[in-house]
């Protein structure tokens, strides 16, 4: 996942993509509250190397101020260019617009960074606080109506202005975006416009708030060893840990991931235990109880309908999707639904093959969706002759990262790391990385956030804190974060292949950020539509099984031994395995997620209608497999409450390249300096200063080619 955090307020509407950062609430904070900003380290940029930001200066009440007072800059800043006297050129409207808000920039990209990464009280009273003055600030600047009139008529000149192509497309980007925010309504309907912004900010808030309370409320206590059979030693230990954490000293707890299907299940023997956790699982947040989100998901439902409709579309998804390189609703529904029947299919042979191993052990029961993973271990052990666990051992933490991760980046592009630890952290499981180029020069600050902590939101991401711009001759500094279970104090923390996986696709997010090298901050690194920014983090996957990398990081953490070659032709052979059932569950949350976007919101249920309204899209799509549930339900499916709303279809959209992508490095030879060359001089250096897909092509040499995705899911017709 990526996270554009600078923005990740107003964005998660999916309103558009501006990076005027936020804006300012348009009634100006009274005098008195005016806060003295001479000791606030965001007051200037950081002199840390890179801007690196001071984590051990900023405190949770400086944000406040910072953002007020960046909100008040930026404010003035954007009235000056609207009221010049000058007419409008390039430089004094539009490089001055990319100019304005850095002392907002700088303090919002932290503030939700840590928002996201390390949260506390503060923060979130802080993030309630300051979400609906953050959507009508940058409402105050898209909808003025002088600033406007310039844009559009630097944009109607646009081809005699002599300008380069990126500076060309850095006019057109700044109109489409102030159209696409409501620059062409009428005065009552700005005013509706900018209601609806707040309150969507406001519902965005209370959900993400809601749901990081309610997972760690519905982690599932148990009391004794002997019903955690099956989880390894180190695991047990760790739910023990977690329950002395919680003051339930003696009990075991499970923490639940973000995803409905929980990894402690593939090893409970308990049928019971499993079944607690399944349903802890998948009933979060619609259960009833504090932290019950429905309410505000039909409500973010119905808003985001009224919204679209008011600027002119069918839908939600009609309006987002015209942005990204899906451009269409109907381009979408017809690639989801030219994948759903064969994944079911598949998934259905699957069942049958687990249904099979539990009638062999006269188990005696249906196989239910908390069977699924534990069963689907035993198949694996079975055909493929071993089970995930035998793997962690040759997935150590520092192995993966250095050996792995590094070593395939390093081979590919040169660029080397090193860490250090004279730089400030948030937490001290932070590690931070200087990424030297192949040319010998500083690149980029890398940090490595990658342990669970109840503070922190579930799944995987990367962020920045600072993007590269020749504008502002500023270097990357980029962040990724995971959520790996810590092991008790001295153990060694083994990976899963899942998020060994994750780690190198989080990276490819990261490369994406560290290789740009654009003039304007608008198109830095992942700046480019959603469907197409899974992509180079998909392509970065393919490295953890490449023999060569998987060789040179998978070591037995104990011996140092080299994972055995027969085992790594049992992974590689096993990675169709099970694919039916996850790319139903995908597409079930896929399809989910189009069905809250494509309606009016006359159709929008209420809150008790919720989960109706969900099974009715799942069943409607052909995807209501009941092994299968979704990979998120409605009520914790953070994804699409944030900047995913009808967006969740570009992991697949995005596949389509990258599975297309990885047979051009195959044809090409694999790991090799001028492949990595190559993708980084067309492609992840280029950022958003070129249509996305002219970008593609540039790398391929051609239009992408859906085949090798359909052979990698194991979705063509037989
Ligand atoms: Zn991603």
Known sequence: MKNRLAVALALALGLTAPLFAADKAA?????????????????????????YPAFDKIKNEHFVPAMEAGMTEQRAEMDAIADAKDAPTFDNTIVAMEKSGQLLNRATTVFFNLSGANTNDDIEKIQAEMAPKLSAHQDAIALNAKLFARIQALYDKRDTLGLDAEGKRLIERYYTDFVRAGAKLNDADKTKLK??????????????QNLLKENNASAIVVDSKDELKGLSDAAIAGAAEAAKQRKLEGKYVIALQNTSGQPALAQLENRAVRERLQKASVNRASHGGDFDTRAIVAKVAKLRAERAALLGYENHAAYTLEDETAKTV??????????????????????AELQAMIDKEK????????????????????KYSFDQNQLRPYFELDNVLKNGV????????????????????????????DVTDANGKPLAIFLVDYYARDNKRGGAWMNEYVSQSGLFGTHPVVANHLNIP??????????????????????????????SNVKYPRFSGTSVPRDFVEYPSQVNEMWATWPEVLKNYAKHYKTGEAIPQELVDKVLAAEKFNQGFATTEYLGAALLDQSWHQIKASQAPEAAGVLDFEAAALKKAGVDFAPVPPRYRSAYFSHIMGGYAAGYYAYIWSEVLDADSVEWFKENGGLQRKNGDHFRQTLLSRGGSEDAMQLFKDFRGRDPDVKPLLERRGLTAK
């Open 486 to 515: 810590k092991p008790p104090k001295g153990e060694p923390t083994l990976l899963s292949f899942d998020e060994v996986n994750t780690a190198f696709h989080e990276f490819g997010h990261a490369l994406h950020g560290m290789f």
């Open 363 to 382: 188990g005696g029961f249906q196989l239910a969706p908390w069977d699924w993973s534990f069963y689907a271990e035993k198949v694996r052990a079975e």
């Open 406 to 433: 590094f070593f395939a980046a390093n081979k590919l592009y040169g660029i080397s790391f090193k860490e250090r630890k004279d730089l400030p952290v948030y937490n001290p499981d932070v590690r931070v990385f």
């Open 27 to 51: 009634t100006a904070a009274p005098a008195a509250a005016k806060a003295d900003m001479s000791h606030n380290p965001f007051a200037k940029p950081s002199t840390l190397p890179f801007q």
């Open 330 to 351: 109907k381009a979408v529904n017809d690639r989801l639904a030219q994948l759903a029947p064969p994944a079911v299919a598949n998934a259905k042979k699957e069942a």
């Open 195 to 208: 209601e609806m912004n707040a309150e969507l900010a406001s519902l965005q808030t209370q959900f993400s």
